[in-house]
């Protein structure tokens, strides 16, 4: 193959690019340990670092999925212990009314009933104080009432 190669370049006139040569062989040597300290030094390296780097990432989705799923979790627990404590609350609320409307009803039922009694006591004090002046009164009723006839009239009633 070289060597048809190699007529055909020594045919034509013209210089090679490239000799074929033995050096070929140096330089596919060289390439191929260059390539494979720098798979060994460079790659290799930057293939483990980019590998943990990827883990890593997968790692700290993985942490914040799960930090999210129980950020969820508690947010629920917490939102129905909310709930359950408002409704303790309005329990709580609708019976201290019921209590209030209670001791309201004991207190307007004790003081509409010292309010009968005073009132009760004010009346029949009023009524005898009424008849003690009636009996009072009665004597004086003729002379009451020709003092307001002289008042009324201007003169003398007899």
Same mark, same amino acid.
């Given at each position: 193959?070289? &060597?048809?190669?190699?007529?055909? /370049?020594?045919?034509?006139?013209? /210089?090679?690019? *490239?000799? @074929?040569?033995?050096?070929?062989? *140096?330089?596919? =040597? @060289?390439?191929?340990?260059?390539?494979?300290?720098?798979?060994?030094?460079?790659?290799?390296?930057?293939?483990?670092?980019?590998? =943990?780097?990827?883990?890593? *990432?997968?790692?700290?989705?993985?942490?914040? $999925?799960?930090?999210?799923?129980?950020?969820?979790?508690? &947010?629920?627990?917490?939102? &129905?212990? @909310? !709930?359950?404590?408002?409704?303790?609350?309005?329990?709580?609320?609708?019976? !201290?009314?019921?209590? +209030?409307?209670?001791?309201?009803? #004991? *207190? !307007?039922?004790? =003081?509409?009933?010292?309010?009968?009694?005073? /009132?009760?006591?004010?009346?029949? $004090?009023?009524?005898? #104080?009424?008849? $003690?002046?009636?009996?009072?009164?009665?004597?004086?009723?003729?002379?009451?009432?020709? =003092?307001?006839?002289? $008042?009324? !009239? +201007?003169?003398?009633?007899?």
């Amino acid at each position: 193959m070289y &060597g048809a190669l190699a007529l055909a /370049v020594a045919a034509s006139d013209e /210089v090679p690019l *490239i000799d @074929l040569d033995h050096t070929l062989w *140096i330089q596919l =040597a @060289l390439f191929l340990l260059l390539m494979l300290f720098l798979s060994k030094a460079v790659f290799g390296p930057y293939l483990k670092l980019k590998d =943990a780097r990827e883990k890593g *990432i997968e790692g700290a989705r993985g942490q914040a $999925k799960e930090m999210q799923q129980g950020a969820t979790e508690r &947010g629920a627990d917490y939102e &129905g212990r @909310l !709930l359950q404590a408002k409704q303790r609350g309005t329990d709580e609320k609708a019976r !201290l009314r019921a209590e +209030g409307a209670e001791h309201e009803r #004991e *207190i !307007l039922g004790k =003081a509409r009933e010292e309010t009968s009694r005073a /009132v009760e006591a004010a009346r029949a $004090k009023l009524q005898q #104080e009424t008849a $003690k002046l009636r009996t009072d009164m009665v004597p004086r009723v003729s002379e009451l009432a020709g =003092a307001v006839a002289r $008042k009324l !009239l +201007g003169r003398e009633v007899q």
